[in-house]
T-cell receptor
């Protein structure tokens, strides 16, 4: 079946530091990959997505590249801000099912 | 355009009771899905409704049920509550739920259920 593995959190960084949150997946067929963000007290919001190998999704300074050879979709940002503090979820859709499979989420805490 | 609205925002119940949660999707969205979010398990899919029919179901016991009305609003019900049912319950809506390339899933802020 489908599964998504994310690095354990929390990830704690100082403002302007470089961010990487690792995500690897197992899926049938060729999945579409997503990153969602959940700010405190809110639901999830789609941050970015990639639908085929070597695609790069980007939004709000965040980027992730669909790497089929390593089955990975790592999230990166060059310079984080305090306002980026949130929980980040990696997810995929694959195998004829349109229900996303989510990772467990990685909490990011950014200090001033 | 109003977002996905979930009510109530917080609920406190005791073991053995039942609870009903409500979700109003974005206008025009016909697919509504429900998720349970806990620190230990992350996001777990409960079920998805489309045009008043349950189209997909996750691996939860029969105590968890739902329905969808003709206006696409959805409710989920949990009977005989257990301590382990304490969680944030999230509802999400989309136009068709068929994973079209440009279709997005919109989440509500959730209902935080505490079972004592």
């Amino acid at each position: 079946g489908n599964s998504v593995t994310q690095m354990e959190g929390p990830v704690t960084l100082s403002e302007e530091a470089f961010l990487t949150i690792n995500c690897t997946y197992t899926a049938t067929g060729y999945p579409s990959l997503f990153w969602y963000v959940q700010y405190p007290g809110e639901g999830l919001q789609l941050l970015l997505k990639a639908t085929k190998a070597d695609d790069k999704g980007s939004n709000k300074g965040f980027e992730a590249t669909y790497r089929k050879e390593t089955t990975s979709f790592h999230l990166e940002k060059g310079s984080v801000q305090v306002s980026d503090s949130a929980v980040y979820f990696c997810a995929l859709i694959s195998g004829g099912s349109y229900i996303p499979t989510f990772g467990r989420g990685t909490s990011l805490i950014v200090h001033p | 355009k109003a977002g996905v609205t979930q009510t109530p925002r917080y609920l406190i119940k005791t073991r053995g009771q039942q609870v009903t949660l409500s979700c109003s999707p974005i206008s025009g969205h016909r697919s509504v899905s429900w998720y349970q979010q806990t620190p230990g398990q992350g996001l777990q899919f409960l079920f998805e409704y489309f045009s008043e029919t349950q189209r997909n179901k996750g691996n939860f016991p029969g105590r968890f049920s739902g329905r969808q009305f003709s206006n696409s609003r959805s409710e989920m019900n949990v009977s005989t509550l257990e301590l382990g049912d304490s969680a944030l319950y999230l509802c999400a809506s989309s136009k068709t739920g068929q994973g079209e390339p440009n279709e997005k899933l919109f989440f509500g802020s959730g209902t935080q259920l505490s079972v004592l």
